[in-house]
């Protein structure tokens, strides 16, 4: 599996030629399933999940992109379904564009679905995080990122990657996500820590990690 772990979708040009690169085709000659699970834990998620499947989010592109073929994977449902109903679709699939929202809620669905278990399996799957689904894929969030609590009451997530995000650095509508903010939040991680704008992305494959920014970042050493 490959990794772009974005703040806000593929915003700029540099962002989305790495996307091309993980893919090694075109986005027109790959197919997609999007996962706006993590939204539901939202206050008004049921309308923010709408606008982003139908690609009616400017600011976080990443269903309209101009896909081969696009189906929506929604996780909560998968638990009520046997699993040749959903498990060859995904391994068919080309990329995941899995969402933000709440990453604790995404975590525990990604657990109960099965999902997680799964895409250790996909060696060719390109996975494209947003938010809260890049940094589910970190082993830990941090506990200012917790808002809907999970029942192990930890901020555990899935642990893909030895680092954790900080997303939407200095951004205009959220006035805590400032640099300082960040540097106390690092503080408290065991792991090393990036601190990312929404111009910003992180693109892991075998052959290591590669920060892919128009905009600002910061890594913190643990």
Known sequence: ???????????????????????????????????????????GGPGQAWRWVSGQEPGTPMVELGWKSLG?????????????????????????????GDPMYLCHWMRESGLADLLPSLQNLVYVGMSAGSMVMSPNIGETFVGWRP???????????????????????LPYNTMSHAEKWAAGMSVPSYAIDDDTAIKVTDEGIEVISEGHWRLFNA
């Open 1 to 43: 599996m490959k990794l772009l772990l974005t703040s806000a979708g593929i915003r700029t040009p540099r962002i989305h030629d790495a996307l091309v690169d993980l893919l090694g085709k075109s986005i027109s000659e790959a197919s997609a399933l999007c996962i706006p699970t993590a939204m539901h834990a939202n206050r």
């Open 151 to 173: 029942p192990a009451g930890n901020d555990k997530t899935l642990g893909f990657v030895y680092f954790a995000m900080f997303p939407h650095l200095d951004h205009e509508m």
């Open 72 to 100: 929506v994977l929604e996780l909560t449902a998968l638990p009520s379904l046997d699993k040749e109903h959903w498990v060859p679709v995904v391994k068919e699939t080309d990329v995941l564009l899995v969402g933000g």
